[in-house]
């Protein structure tokens, strides 16, 4: 056993418990693998024990491992911003967005993406916490944009994305993660078609379960800490 199969199965444990904790299905929550930092050797280990969705932030070392990597049945997610001249890369490389944050970034995506691929799955960033990070839509604004996307061609809207700032405690933490949950509840009232809620990550993927997060995005609890170039 490798040691990131080992934590790849720490991980999971930790999701089954919180899901059972929840009174949810094991497989109401998929894990999403955040290798940003990692390299194609670690997304191998990870893949070899068993893990298929992998998480990349910046634009260009996420497309390099693709890259390197075609020869693996992956999914890879776009979790972190995206600039507008990095949106080409993302539409040809990538099979789902979690960032989009505005409508020109959705348009754009939607006519870049290639004919022969599918379309885009993409879910809208929400700045459910008024924190300073300044990505993300605020909630009042959600809905419009949502619907627009969702008229996209070469989009398919699946949801909602948050990253809250760091919460003091799991109550905390999941009063805030609810707030993006009932805008999921309110979008789809509405008539949207959405499944998926993108919340959790190291740290605090129970309370994003407790609150009804059907993605975690996890990073350093499976692959280490990170160490970023100076
Ligand atoms: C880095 C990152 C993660 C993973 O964070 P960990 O704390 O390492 O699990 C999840 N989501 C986003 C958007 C990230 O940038």
Not at 20 to 25: E, H, T, Y
Not at 67 to 80: E, K, M
Not at 82 to 111: C, G, I, P, Y
Request: proline share 6%; hydrophobic share 45%.
């Amino acid at each position: 056993m490798t040691r990131i199969s080992t934590q790849l199965g720490a991980v999971r444990a930790r999701i089954h418990a919180a899901c059972r904790a929840a009174g949810r299905p094991p497989e109401a929550v998929a894990l999403l693998a955040v290798s940003k930092t990692f390299g194609v050797a670690a997304v191998q280990a990870a893949f070899d024990a068993g893990q298929t969705a992998f998480g990349e932030n910046y634009i260009q070392e996420a497309v390099e491992k693709i890259t390197a990597l075609r020869h693996l049945p992956l999914v890879w997610h776009c979790i972190g911003p995206v600039q507008s001249n990095k949106t080409r890369l993302v539409a040809e490389h990538f099979d789902w967005v979690h960032t989009v944050d505005r409508l020109k970034m959705a348009q754009r995506l939607s006519e870049q993406r290639p004919a022969g691929l599918p379309p885009l799955q993409v879910c809208i960033q929400v700045n459910v916490d008024g924190g300073p990070t300044k990505s993300g839509v605020a909630p009042a604004d959600a809905l419009a944009l949502a619907q627009a996307v969702a008229d996209l061609p070469r989009l398919c809207l699946r949801g909602l994305m948050c990253l809250p700032e760091p919460a003091p405690d799991f109550d905390a933490a999941c009063q805030v993660f609810n707030r993006a949950r009932l805008l999921l509840t309110d979008l789809t009232t509405q008539g949207l078609k959405l499944d998926t809620l993108s919340m959790g990550m190291s740290a605090d993927l129970e309370a994003a379960i407790a609150a009804g997060s059907t993605l975690v995005r996890v990073g350093s609890a499976i692959f280490g800490a990170r160490h970023y170039p100076a």
